[in-house]
């Protein structure tokens, strides 16, 4: 079966304190890849979605960067951290085909 | 473009009364619409999904949903509420973008409160 997993599930860091958010997924070959931000009380922001390997396309211009260095890993990073990064973090996976998306647990970010 | 609208912010229910929270969608396609539930601090797991085959859709944990497109609506039910259900459920709309992947739209989340 396939699994999803994100890491670390929270983190605080300082302002202007770089940043790397690690997502993979196991038992699925070439799924399509996303981050997604959630704020407080508010519904999810797709941040940027991945359909292959260095494939990265960008939803909203911002602080973040997305990687893809292999086919079943997904990297959110930034270079230095404003408070608005603050939020809850998703990274989701789709498989060819299919319809729905599969989420990860999340990672609470507390910029400080 | 695409949205949802889900209507209550809050519903409250006794335990083992009926669940009913509201969505609305507007798609520019024939729309595949989900409805996802999230815990505290957790990522997001999905009940149901509508990808244009019947219209009344069985989720997980007794959910359903059906898929009204003259009232474009998507509402979720339940026949009994349970302590467990207690959560934020997001109704959401899909859309195939250009060159692979697809685009969910989420709505603002329906916080669902359960009491004894």
């Known amino acids: 079966s396939q699994t999803i997993h994100q890491w670390p599930a929270t983190l605080v860091q300082p302002v202007g304190s770089p940043l790397s958010l690690e997502c993979t997924v196991e038992?699925?070959?070439?799924?399509?890849l996303y981050w997604y931000r959630q704020a407080a009380g508010r519904g999810l922001q797709l941040l940027f979605y991945?359909?292959?390997?260095?494939?990265i396309s960008s939803e909203v211009p911002q602080n973040l960067s997305a990687s893809r260095p292999q086919d079943r890993q997904f990297i959110l990073s930034s270079k230095k951290l404003l408070l608005s990064d603050s939020g809850f973090y998703l990274c989701a996976w789709r498989g060819q085909g299919g319809k729905s998306q599969h989420f990860g647990d999340g990672t609470r970010l507390s910029i400080l | 473009a695409q949205s949802v609208t889900q209507l209550d912010s809050h519903v409250s229910v006794s335990e083992g009364t009926p669940v009913l929270l509201r969505c609305n969608y507007s798609?520019?396609?024939?729309?595949?619409l989900f409805w996802y539930v999230q815990h505290p601090n957790k990522g997001l797991q999905l009940l149901l999904k509508?990808?244009?085959?019947?219209?009344l859709v069985k989720g997980i944990n007794g959910f359903e949903a059906e898929f009204k497109k003259s009232e474009t609506s998507f509402h979720l039910t339940k026949p009994s509420a349970h302590m467990s259900d207690a959560a934020e459920y997001f109704c959401v709309v899909s859309l195939i973008l250009t060159g692979g992947g697809n685009k969910l739209t989420f709505g603002t989340g329906t916080q669902l409160k359960v009491e004894l």
């Open positions: 991945s359909v292959g390997i260095g494939q």
């Open positions: 038992g699925t070959s070439n799924p399509n």
């Open positions: 798609s520019s396609y024939s729309p595949s």
């Open positions: 509508y990808t244009s085959a019947a219209t």
